[in-house]
């Protein structure tokens, strides 16, 4: 089909994206899990310190990087808006110029829960290219993972995106 160049393929296993957040604060947990449960209280052990031996935890899906990363990696070449080459610019590579992006499904596989005082470092790499041919004719997958851990170096969580371009 062609999609898939040399110089893709050798950017497999290459570090997209990074992130380092700043220190999660208790009130960020509690104001994420406020606005998740609404218009119900959230679970006790996402705001009240005397219920869970430990302290609060965060939701499995508390985004630290919501707001802002206290560091991250600058893509090699800024994308604009909508951009189906953006990680390829990302990684200073020549995307394949497709025109229409979906987004082919997430898994996520969690580990230690988030808690204040964490910081959490994200990495996404580029797990894998595949050429298929769907409806629309040629496709392009490309698979990535991110995973985060906290400073400590536990897994707080593993997520696998898949994007089809066409």
Do not use: C
Not at 23 to 51: L, M
Not at 56 to 63: G, Q, R, T, Y
């Amino acid at each position: 089909m062609g999609l898939l160049t040399d110089e893709m393929r050798a950017a497999v296993g290459s570090v997209v994206d990074w992130r380092v957040s700043f220190p999660v604060a208790a009130s960020d947990i509690r104001r994420w899990a406020i606005a998740v449960y609404h218009p119900d209280p959230p679970p006790r052990r996402f705001w009240d310190e005397a219920a869970t031996a430990g302290g609060i935890v965060a939701p499995e899906e508390f985004n630290p990087f919501a707001w802002m990363a206290a560091e991250q990696r600058e893509p090699v070449v800024a994308p604009l808006p909508r951009d189906t080459d953006r990680m390829e610019k990302a990684i200073g590579i020549t995307g394949p110029g497709l025109r229409v992006q979906i987004n082919g499904g997430t898994e996520v596989n969690y580990g230690v829960p988030i808690r204040p005082g964490d910081v959490i470092h994200s990495e996404t790499r580029l797990v894998e290219y595949r050429e298929t041919t769907g409806r629309m004719g040629p496709m392009l997958i490309a698979v990535t993972e991110s995973v985060w851990t906290n400073q400590d170096g536990e897994r707080v969580l593993a997520e696998r995106q898949t994007a089809i371009r066409y």
